[in-house]
Every structure is written in C-alpha cells, then in structure tokens.
C-alpha cells in the first residue's frame, strides 16, 4: 500500500464527508458516489485531460485494490449504481465507503505528487467538490453554479 | 484600465492602443511599452526555449478574476507536467488557480483531429469563463493531427475563424508553436498582430536563449536579437541596447579624483566627469589598487559607487582593498558601495549592463568601475566574445549615457616595445588611457605608468616610476631624461649620448 500523507487522507476525508457522509441507504450512497466520480471525471478532466484522469484513476484503482481486491471491478471512468449497490450488498457499507474514500485519498496522493500536494489541494477545492467552492452540476458536463 | 494596462505609443501619436504590460522584465521595452490589447499573437520557437513560460508569465500578469486568463492545452506537454513544472516559478500563484487563471485541457478533441471541434469547445469555455487573456499550447501540434486531406489549409481557415472569435469577445490571445525559422512564411504568421520567436543555442558549455520581436503591429519594437534569461523569477528578457543611446556628453568641466594626488595633477585635475577611462596594464602592477582608490575617492567625496567584478569574490575583494589601508566595508554597509560579482562563464554583454545599470540606479552611483574587462570577457557566453569589441562599446556607452564615470581595468600581455596600449583595440571608445609597465632599471624590475591619452584634455606626457605601497599608490621620479622607455631599458639620455 501507498504511504498517504495526511493532507491527502484529511483532503478525501472532508470531500467524503461534504458529498456523501454517512448512514444512508444503500441506494443514495450509490448514487451519491456515482455522483463524486462524475464530478471528479468532468472537473479534474478539465483541467488534466481525460486521458490524464482516466490514468490517475486506473493507477490509484491499481493501488487501492491491494486492500480493497472488489475495488477495480467497480471503479471505471464510468461507474454504475446498480455495481455500487451489489458492492454494498457483499461487502457491506462500511468496506465500500472506506475503499471509495481510499481511493479518493490515493487520488489525491498520486495528484499531489505530480503537481505537488498544495496544487492538488487546491484543485480539489476548486473541481467544485467542496462545499465552500463553486459546484460543478454533474447532470451538465462542463457546467459550474457560480 | 486596471494596473497592468497603459495607453501606448503606438505608432503615430494619438493611436491610443492600449498596451497590456507582459510581466516578463524587459519584453515591454523591446516591443515599445507593451502588447496591444485584443492582440493575436503567435509564441513560436524551438523547443525548450521558453515559449510556455514566457506565455505562462503574461497569463498571469494580466489575468483577474473578472477577467481570467484561460490557459488551454491542446497537445504537447501534458497539463499535469506543464502545472508540475511551470509552478516552481515564482509569478505562478497557486492561489489564483481557479479563480484568476483557469486551465482547460483538450487534447481529447485535438487528438481526434477535428479542428471543427476543437474551435466550438474553445469558443465554449471561451462563452463561460469571458476570460480577457486566452493562451493556446501547443498550437502548432494541431497541424499534425488533422484529418483533414490538406492540413494546412484547414489550419489556417481554423487560425482565421478563432482569431475572428477571440478578437470579437475581446481577449488578449496568444498560440504557442514550435517553428523552425525557414517557416516565416507560414500563414499563421500573416494571420498573427504579434509574433514573438525564441530560440536557444549551445555554444560549448553554455546555453544562450534570445528573443526576436518578428512582428508587432500597433507598436514599434526594438529590432533584433535580444538576449533571454531562465530563472526562479521566470523569462526575463534584456534589451539589446539601442545604438542612439550612446554618449550624452556630460560635464565635463568638472573633475573627479583619481584617488591618488599626484595622478590627478598629471591629469589636469583629475578624470573629466562622465568620462570612460582605461587602465591598461599586465599582471601585478596594481590595477585593481588604482581601481580601488578610484572607488574609495568617490566614496570619501560623498558620492557612490558601483564595482562589478569578474575574477574575485566581493569578500576576498574588499579585503585587498584592507591591504592598501582602505576598509569599503562601511561603505558596503552604508549603500554607497555596491560590489556586483558577475562570473556564470554565460552571460551576455545586455545582462551585465542591465545588472550595473540596476545597481546604479538603485544606490545613485556616479562612478563605476569595471575590474577587469579581461575578466569581463572570459564571463561572457562563447558566442558573445566573438563581436566583444562592439558590445563593450554599447556598455560604456549606455552607462555613461547615465551620467556615471567609468574606470576600467584591462590586463595585457603585449611585449615590451609593443605600443598597442590597451591590447583590445578598444582605446576609440575610451575617453582616457592610461598605461601601465614594467621596466628594467639599475638591476631592479620597475612599474612605469603614463597618461596615453585624454580627449580634449591637457595631461602630463611624462613617465613616472611609481609603487604599490601599504597605503596604496605611490607616484615617484618623473622619466623626463630617459629614453627607450617604452622599449622596457631606459637609459638616461646622457648615458646614451655618451656611449
């Protein structure tokens, strides 16, 4: 496993927390994490490319799926609910919510080493996942509510 | 008009351009103030040689949150590179990434090699962000993706329609391109308002960036190659200084001491202010300590004074200068001393003017002293010792268009008997000589010193033994009654015609 620093850990954990937290049912954390991944691909395609963030997420899966093995079969640039609800009903809440909140971290990780962790940081403030930052409406690619 | 603007020249008086400072140190002066606003302007050069930076610079130099600059990859460096790399320098804010300065990355559409499509998401974003500054990386590799039968073509009906759109939403736009330099004719370059090349070339172990303004409609730029620097700060471009720049006359009715008493009398009072004079001579016959008394004097009258030193560390320096009973280490302190300690083996004749004319203007310096010019040389790139003679003439003549008085050191090797008195052919650029020897004389070697030349001034044509002493130079006997001085034996005269 990847060392995380704990800005990348912090960083996932309150983008975690602002877009999908905790105790729901099965079907809106499914869909709440379709969510995140969508935004994630949309805002951080922007400003990386598509290709640069389909590589960073095949990576950070690479990485995650050492603790998590069900990970990679479920995190693709597309992600489906219904895969995220069977994910659930298998492995139960809590493991899915801390293999998708891991692999945001690794994200972030992989990101930060790149570009450097406060460049990362920033982008993920600014990609509109924070709730302090514009939100990118994830049913209009491209769209920002400013 | 928000701070980075200024009403330009343009042309002809009355134009009113609005000229957008680049932020990039020197570049404004070289295009004559500034970037015309709304221009379209092509970053073209080889690779490597600063074309995103410089780009990258201007970005964020004009970009604000109500009008964003817009920073788009097409393909080339990859956005997670460029962003890595282009962030270590110091005007790249992090702070202002997302809300000042946005970056978009389309090389999903560019790779498909529809320009069609490339120019409807850039028209888009465009729609969105209303960005005042948008900067197009890497323009050129778009040629080679399209699939279109006659690439070139549909390039440059893609070049027409987005400078028709970003001129018509108002923005500043530049395309970043690597061209060789037989592509001038490329229509791109018709289309541009601006075009700016770098290029960098190796010459054995140093690295020589230049800029060229090829084009620059609106403004009057300054011609030719400019030399270019790469630091933390970013580009940094020094203007080839301009030939009209030269010589302002001064007053030279006043005199300036030499530091040393008796050499002022042999010069009529001492150097004419804004005068550039030359002390020639070969190793060890105190060069560097008349160039410290020089410095000293102007100290002890009140005035400043800026060395720029080539061969020793400012430290080591100022502690020859204790030898001869002269502490400049309160004058440092104080700020009426500046030492400039130039030695990176790849600097051009621009840079060392722009670093002395820095220092000058920052602490007032009415006296500079150069130690050595032979050392001078020896920093320089290889490929600007080849024209040397000409760039020094641009150097002393900038720095005393300022009003400041020069006092060079050159070491030279010729042979006694030689009557090349500087050894670098450079005595038509220089005001005053003054030449130094060795003799022989009754067994001993023997430092001789004479004034070679002061234009329109009278001066002492006599030779005059003199030493370097704890307590600096020291002029004795005057060589009135000898002959073959110059030959290195004099001879009394008597002596000669009794043989």
Not at chain 2, 467 to 494: K, V
């Amino acid at each position: 496993m990847t060392a995380l620093s704990s800005a990348a850990t912090d960083a996932a954990s309150s983008v975690w927390n602002d877009r999908i937290g905790d105790n729901h049912s099965a079907a809106t954390t499914a869909n709440a994490m379709v969510d995140l991944l969508r935004v994630l691909r949309i805002s951080l395609g922007r400003w990386i490319g598509v290709v640069g963030y389909s590589t960073l997420l095949d990576r950070a899966v690479g990485i995650t799926r050492e603790d998590y093995p069900w990970i990679s079969a479920l995190f693709q640039p597309e992600i489906d609910p219904a895969d995220v609800i069977a994910a659930i009903e298998s492995f139960g809440t809590p493991v899915v919510m801390a293999g998708g909140k891991q692999l945001l971290a690794v994200m972030i990780e992989l990101l930060g080493r790149i570009v450097g962790i406060n460049m990362a940081l920033h982008l993920v403030k600014h990609i509109g996942i924070s709730g302090s930052y514009p939100v990118i409406r994830a049913s209009t690619e491209g769209e920002v509510d400013e | 008009m928000n701070k980075h603007e200024s009403a330009g020249r343009g042309l002809k008086d009355g134009l009113g351009l609005v000229l957008l400072k680049t932020g990039v140190p020197g570049l404004d002066e070289i295009l004559g103030g500034g970037l015309p606003a709304l221009s379209f302007n092509l970053i073209a050069g080889s690779p490597g040689s600063g074309k995103t930076t410089t780009a990258m610079q201007i970005l964020f130099a004009n970009a604000s949150t109500a009008r964003p600059g817009l920073f788009i990859t097409l393909l080339g460096e990859t956005s997670l590179k460029m962003l890595r790399y282009q962030q270590q320098f110091q005007f790249f804010d992090i702070t202002r990434v997302g809300t000042d300065v946005h970056f978009l990355n389309l090389s999903e559409e560019a790779l498909d090699g529809e320009l069609t499509k490339v120019l409807d998401r850039i028209v888009k974003e465009v729609d969105r962000l209303r960005p005042g500054i948008v900067v197009i990386d890497s323009f050129r590799s778009l040629v080679n993706t399209s699939t279109a039968q006659t690439p070139n073509l549909e390039l440059e009906n893609f070049v027409q329609r987005l400078a028709l759109h970003l001129t018509t939403w108002e923005i500043t736009a530049f395309l970043i391109g690597e061209y060789q330099e037989n592509e001038l004719r490329n229509p791109v370059f018709t289309v541009a308002d601006g075009v700016l090349w770098l290029s960098q070339e190796a010459h054995r172990n140093s690295v020589v960036r230049k800029l060229q303004v090829v084009k620059a409609r609106g403004v009057a730029p300054m011609p030719g190659l400019h030399t270019a620097r790469m630091t933390d700060a970013g580009m940094q471009v020094f203007p080839r200084i301009p030939e009209s720049a030269q010589f302002d006359g001064g007053d030279r009715t006043r005199r300036l001491s030499t530091g040393v008493a008796a050499l002022d009398d042999m010069m009529d009072g001492g150097i004419p202010a804004g005068d550039s004079l030359v002390l020639a001579g070969p190793a060890g016959t105190g060069k560097t300590t008349f160039a410290l008394q020089f410095a000293a004097a102007g100290i002890a009258a009140g005035e400043t004074v800026v060395i720029a030193i080539f061969e020793e560390r400012p430290d080591v320096y100022l502690h020859r200068a204790k030898g001869v009973a002269l502490n400049l280490i309160d004058a440092v302190r104080d700020n009426k001393l500046r030492i400039i300690y130039l030695r990176p083996l790849d600097l051009s004749v621009d840079e060392t003017l722009d670093e002395i004319q820095k220092a000058v203007k920052s602490i007032g310096a009415t006296r500079v002293v150069i130690d050595s010019i032979s050392g001078f040389e020896m920093a320089l790139a290889p490929g600007f010792r080849e024209d040397f003679r000409e760039s020094l003439y641009r150097l002393i003549g900038a720095l005393t268009a300022l009003g400041v008085t020069m006092f060079s050191t050159i070491e030279v090797v010729a042979p006694q008997g030689d009557l090349q008195f500087t050894g670098y052919q450079v005595s038509f650029l220089t005001d005053d000589i003054i030449s130094l020897r060795y003799v022989e004389m009754d067994g001993e070697l023997r430092k001789i010193m004479m004034i070679v030349k002061m234009r329109g001034s009278n001066h002492s044509r006599e030779f005059r033994i003199y030493e370097t002493t704890a307590n600096g130079i020291a002029l004795r006997q005057s060589l009135r009654d000898y002959e073959q001085i110059l030959q290195g034996f004099p001879r009394r005269q008597m002596d000669s015609s009794n043989s």
